[in-house]
């Protein structure tokens, strides 16, 4: 549930019409889904390997630290903080309000929608505070809840409505080959972001029974489930709108549901996809603040953000994660984070796939190996690049600012650093101190 929940948000019910955009065929448009499964498959291999490395808490922090430097695994959580994850939050909830609106009636002005993002942020930061075990089961009601949806999203286009086009070759076009491949590249952006997510899981490592073994389990049959639910939410979407109308038509699930039920069924899908952002807001509240807690404890932040309440929870991080997100949410509109925040989070999966290289040449044990290694882990890393290259020449702007924010972690390491060595000095000093004035007692 966490692995699917951390995949399924809003970008299944928005994207296809963003990649229908950059891609103009139907078996391209769909093989852009097919594709953004095998990439996410390779990672969820690599990750399976990785996660059997260690059962701390953390994830890619813990993997980039052991495997290269505390610096690396220190920009790493800057930027899952400052970017990717919060970056990636503000937009769903941002999403949900909006689907809110439309569900209840509600006018969509920017006070309302401001007032939604804030008041389920909050909900969700306050629901995770109380413990692990409460957002567990939020988590578990909303993914049951969402996968309900896009069932009766898949089972209504594919049998009440009549389909509205093929799925011919592509036809050859005056475009060069260049062009076609950052086309398809650039498609492949709001896939990947759709796709992202599954390695939150394993920040909860410390927090699961037997991870070794339950969290590369849970990775490849998460990730496997998802590559059926979006082929399939996007072969109804192309087959009832077809690749023109779907390119101009914003929001893709409700108009399948129009067409094949109604207003009733616009009205379904609304509640679907606000459950399904829920459901996303709820798995990152839940997952992500166990890096900033794995950062603090190293003494490379806030040491507040190490300690945990009552219920055994790092309350004060995962109230930061919700803080943040919000300001981000009120100050950007979602193609702006979409675009910010796969540069950055793309840039860190080929990192931490490079992790399994250190990991195998120090021969550390691990339970799990990943099949057709190191050809399979290069294509994962090749396939990063590629996204990361498609993503800062169809967006520098954007692109660079998320680079930027990610590079300037690296002062803030040197900053922390320093005072965790400050810290660690003045500590010895007082070890040695306490044995002399004993003596001379």
Known sequence: MIVMGGIIGSGIFINPYVVAQQVHSALLIVGAWVAGGFIALAGAFIYAELSSYTSLSGGQYIYLRDAFHPALAFI???SLLLVTQTGGMAAVAVTFARYACDVTGVAANEQTIASLTGFVLLALTVVNCI?????GTTQNLF???KLFGIALLVFAGLLMVKPASVFPAPVASSANTWNAITAFGAALIP????????????????????????????????????????????????????????????????AVMQIALGRTGAKL?????????????????????RVYFAMAEDGLFFRSLARLN?????????????ALALIIALSGRYEQILNYVVSV??????????????????????????????????FFIAACS?????????????????????????????????????????ASDQGLARPAQSGSD
């Open 191 to 254: 896939v990947q972001f759709a796709y992202g997510g599954w390695q939150t899981a394993c920040f909860v490592a410390g927090e699961v029974r037997r991870p070794e073994k339950t969290l590369p389990r849970a990775l490849l049959l998460g990730i496997a489930g998802v590559i059926v639910v979006y082929v399939s939410v996007n072969f109804v979407c192309v087959r009832v709108l077809g690749p023109a109308t779907l390119s101009h038509t914003a929001t893709p699930a409700s």
């Open 143 to 145: 993914m049951v809840l």
């Open 131 to 135: 413990g692990v075990r409460a957002g």
């Open 269 to 289: 899908i609304g509640i679907a996809i606000a459950i399904s952002t829920l459901g996303f807001l709820s798995q990152s509240m839940l997952t992500a603040p």
């Open 345 to 378: 989070d793309v840039v860190f999966f080929g990192l931490s796939a490079a992790c399994l290289f250190a990991f195998r040449r120090r021969k550390v044990p691990s339970s799990f190996r990943v099949p057709g290694h190191p050809f399979t882990t290069l």
């Open 386 to 426: 590629w996204l990361v290259f498609s993503t800062v020449a169809r967006y520098p702007a954007n692109s660079l600012i998320g680079l930027g924010i990610m590079l300037s972690g690296f002062p803030m390491y040197l900053f922390w650093n320093a005072r965790a060595s400050r810290a660690r000095a003045a």
């Open 310 to 322: 009552g219920a055994r929870v790092p309350a004060v991080a995962i109230a930061l994660q919700g």
């Open 76 to 78: 790493y959580g800057w």
